[in-house]
């Protein structure tokens, strides 16, 4: 190609954005980067959709976790955005209080997440549980509850997510904190020395435990559905913990702003119905929060199925875990 | 006829000058811009205080080893030639644009728990090493950073004319009377600036550090912006952070413009040096074997990252060229932006330091600010400043371009700036008395001698700007991505060994840039 070419290919990149379409309605949801990809979910969803509402769905990716809320709040009632989809109920409150989101019209006659659903702003979309994955070629007897952890020798290694940045690195904050309240600086102290690292975010980390730095990482029960399913691998498998395990519900919400705001609800409708939920498993590797009438892919019959959830109540999350995060640094950083 | 400085004219003030003020409006105007868009105002912990503390201390102890190796590497590629060497020159410039999560990942292929190193240990019963804490912060850091120290110092060394090294020679100077007269003044110019850029990357790192640092007590100064920015949205404290960092800057900044003493090397006719007085066998065991330690250091991570991308590399998912496209115009146009700024700023600061010392003192100083605001704070604060006024999606490529422009200005005016200096030393008196104007004036007796670092200060901008996630994130549409974004997206969904591939990619074609803009202005030698 010409300098010319790549000029003009640039421009029209950088302006192709702003082209509607036609003058279908559009409905813009703000998500996640892993959700939007060609390798989440986002494809299928947005083919899905469009196929039943005649209108234009544009995914957007606006930052991970946490961030996804920063964004919204930065951009305020002026946001171009209708609905939010990727918070989950450690930010649910937060993001209430925020008064930027509107209740929810309707929700399904049921969900399949593990509690009672009672929110009445956000809607679950998928859930799965925190969980210490390894690879069963190499490690024989995987630890069976945070105990169990800190009895291994010194020189057995996990790879954790900082709860500053990463929302499995909170998750297991929470898990830590919702099983032993007041006992979790000392589960922390005693984790310490088999804390390898604590990386930025779930890929650093993922990446460090593929390359065999560590015996195990902090990713989801659900992570070895995708070595099964995606790459017929079995060696890889979840630690299942006698305390249970520590649920992340992820959320999507309508923002009062909308613009569409019936084209909005639809899509909530649509994200509970078969559609949509028949995709998620095998994209986002989470479970549906309504299973799919199909049933769940093979694969994830395999994996283990915690006897307890665990969650702490949306409205104590942020006291919760102010605390908790102070004593997650002074037990890490002696 | 008495020598008069040369007049500032109106030209210099309107790029010079518009250059500063887009500089001061990408740092301190965004800085102040999030801080007004604050709703409540919060005080600084004491966790906020250790990571700047530990901030501080890494960038010291990082920066001081990555000199420390640099100089005996620039001085063997200095004085020896040999086959390979611009190769070497051209993999120098590939550690420090790689993002972040490859080079760890390449890091502990080698010296991680199952690296070849703790492999090799193993295999003859020694203790193994582990490199999570203080130290494997400082061994990422100077992976990165060795590379840019070496090039800036051997920068140096080629600024020293080769004609003063054949007068050493009649005189029958020794090594160390060359290194005495000639080399250590070099050095004394050079590494201050050396020193400043490398603490302030280091100061401003966040993956690396906290991945290889162990746990939270390697927490920096930009996590805890980030997580002030991205999970509290306490813009408050993310700016009184952004705002301590510049503090931080500017005091190093300031010692280091003050240790610094321009060089005084009288001119020479651009000949290539020959080095007499280091032909001992000694010497060259001396200098070979440094280039063997670093560039087994610099250059096994790079292997491994090579040989994981490579399989992967053929079967890349289509979109990952549109992203390519993306990535390279974008660094394309940063790099011409940083450059254009960088000759700009330089032309005011040379003038106005012929009258007022101190205040181009000030505004060199003010050259390095970018380095020290946090990528993510200027991203917030255009995202604040912009938004209620233009869709961000319709303006992510030039902002992108315009933002990495200025994060690699500092290294663009570290290059250029000197050797203007030179040039305007050697060559602007003779120039002016032969009535040589404007445009002239510089395309004849300045331009020459500023093609080599011009073109290296545009590969070094080009190839941060391909690396380099930055705004992107903040602005990108659901269409545009760029090669880390795609790299990231791909790391996200489990497509670790795609992702390999887009690193790889990533890493030639920064090279392949950074190769072309320094190939442009290494042909100083045949100037004539």
Not at chain 1, 283 to 288: A, E, F, G, I, V
Not at chain 2, 267 to 290: N, T
Not at chain 2, 439 to 454: C, E, S
Request: aromatic share 12%; hydrophobic share 50%.
């Amino acid at each position: 190609m010409t300098p010319k070419l790549l000029l003009a290919a640039g421009i029209s990149l950088t302006f192709a954005s702003t082209a509607i379409a036609d003058d279908k309605p559009e409905l813009i949801v703000y998500t996640y980067d892993s959700f939007v990809s060609d390798w989440g979910p986002g494809p299928a969803v947005e083919k899905a959709f469009e196929a039943q509402c005649d209108c234009d769905l544009k995914l957007v990716a606006a930052g991970d976790g946490a961030s996804l809320l920063t964004r919204i709040q930065l951009e305020g009632i002026r946001t171009d955005a209708d609905l939010v989809l990727g918070l989950d109920t450690n930010l649910t409150a937060r993001a209430k209080s925020t008064d930027l989101f509107a209740p929810l019209v309707e929700r399904p006659a049921v969900l399949d997440v593990p509690i009672t659903w009672q929110d009445d702003t956000f809607l679950p979309y998928d859930w799965g549980y925190f969980a210490f994955v390894y690879d069963n070629t190499k490690l024989e007897n995987a630890p069976t509850s945070f105990d169990d952890l800190i009895a291994k020798p010194d020189d057995f290694k996990i790879v954790i997510q900082d709860p500053r940045s990463s929302s499995p690195g909170l998750g297991l904050l929470m898990w830590v904190k919702a099983v032993y309240g007041n006992r979790a600086p000392e589960i922390w102290e005693g984790l310490a020395p088999k804390i390898l690292t604590v990386t930025k975010g779930w890929s650093e980390a993922y990446g460090m435990f593929l390359e065999g730095e560590a015996d195990m990482v902090l990713s989801y029960t659900t992570s070895p559905a995708y070595h099964l399913i995606a790459e017929d691998d079995a060696s890889k498998s979840a630690a299942a913990f006698d305390e249970g395990h520590y649920l992340q519900i992820e959320v999507a919400g309508k923002l009062k702003s909308s613009d569409q705001p019936e084209l909005a609800d639809a899509f909530l409708k649509f994200m509970t119905s078969d559609a949509f939920q028949d995709i998620i498993p095998t994209t986002n590797w989470m479970y549906p929060a309504v299973f799919p009438s199909t049933g769940l892919p093979k694969g994830f019959n395999q994996l283990i199925t915690p006897s307890n959830s665990l969650i702490v109540p949306a409205e104590q999350a942020d006291a919760i875990r102010d605390e908790a995060l102070a004593e997650w640094l002074t037990a890490l950083s002696q | 006829m008495a020598y008069r400085a040369q007049p500032i004219r109106p030209i210099h003030f309107v790029f010079g000058g518009s250059a500063f003020v887009l500089l001061l409006f990408l740092t301190l105007g965004t800085t102040l811009a999030v801080w007004a868009r604050a709703d409540v105002s919060s005080n600084l912990t004491v966790a906020d205080w250790a990571a700047i503390k530990f901030s501080i201390t890494q960038a010291f102890v990082s920066a001081i080893i990555s000199i420390a190796v640099a100089i005996p590497t620039a001085r063997a590629l200095a004085r020896r030639k040999f086959m390979g060497r611009s190769f070497i020159l051209t993999l120098l410039g590939a550690p420090f644009i790689l993002p972040s999560i490859v080079a760890v990942l390449g890091l502990i292929a080698v010296w991680g728990r199952a690296g070849y190193i703790n492999s090799f240990l193993e295999a003859i019963s020694q203790d193994r090493i582990d490199i999570y804490g203080f130290g494997g912060v400082v061994l990422a850091h100077i992976f990165f950073n060795i590379p840019l120290a070496t090039r800036l110092i051997l920068q140096g060394w080629m600024s020293i004319p080769a004609e003063h090294f054949r007068v050493a020679a009649q005189l029958g100077m020794s090594t160390s009377d060359i290194s005495t007269r000639l080399e250590r003044p070099m050095l004394r110019a050079v590494i201050p600036g050396a020193f400043l850029l490398i603490f302030l990357l280091c100061i401003s790192s966040f993956a690396v550090a906290l991945a290889l640092g162990g746990g939270p007590m390697a927490t920096t100064i930009e996590l805890a912006i980030y997580n002030a920015l991205r999970f509290e949205f306490d813009l408050s404290k993310a700016s009184q952070l952004a705002l301590i960092q510049f503090g931080i800057c500017a005091f190093i900044g300031t010692i280091a413009m003050f240790i610094s003493q321009p060089m005084k090397f009288s001119q020479g006719l651009d000949r290539a040096p020959e080095r007499w007085d280091s032909k001992a066998l000694r010497y060259r065991i001396f200098d070979f074997s440094v280039l063997f330690l670093v560039c087994g250091f610099l250059f096994l991570p790079l292997l491994t990252i090579f040989l994981r991308g490579i399989g992967p590399a053929f079967s890349l998912p289509f979109q990952v060229w549109g992203a390519a496209v993306n990535s390279v115009l974008v660094a394309v146009f940063s790099a011409l932006i940083a450059v254009g700024m960088a000759l700009a700023m330089s032309m005011l600061i040379i003038r106005i330091a012929q009258k007022k010392r101190r205040i181009s003192r000030i505004m060199e100083v003010i050259g390095f600010l970018t380095l020290a605001t946090s990528p993510f704070v200027i991203g917030t604060g255009l995202f604040v400043i912009t938004f209620p006024f233009i869709s961000p999606f319709s303006i992510a490529l030039p902002v992108t371009a315009l933002v990495n422009a200025a994060m690699a200005l500092p290294f663009c005016l570290r290059v250029v700036l000197p050797a203007m200096i030179r040039a305007e030393d050697h060559y602007g008196r003779l120039a002016d008395s032969l009535g040589m104007q404007t445009w002239a004036r510089f395309r004849l007796a300045i331009w020459p001698r500023l093609r080599r670092p011009t073109g290296f200060a545009a590969g070094l901008a080009a190839a941060l700007s391909m690396g380099d996630l930055g705004v992107i994130t903040l602005f990108a549409p659901p269409e545009l991505e760029t090669l880390p974004l795609v790299m990231y997206r791909l790391m996200s969904n489990y497509q670790l060994s795609s992702a390999a591939g887009v690193a790889l990619l990533l890493i030639l074609l920064s090279i392949t840039l950074f190769w072309i803009f320094d190939q442009g202005g290494r042909v100083e030698h045949n100037i004539r």
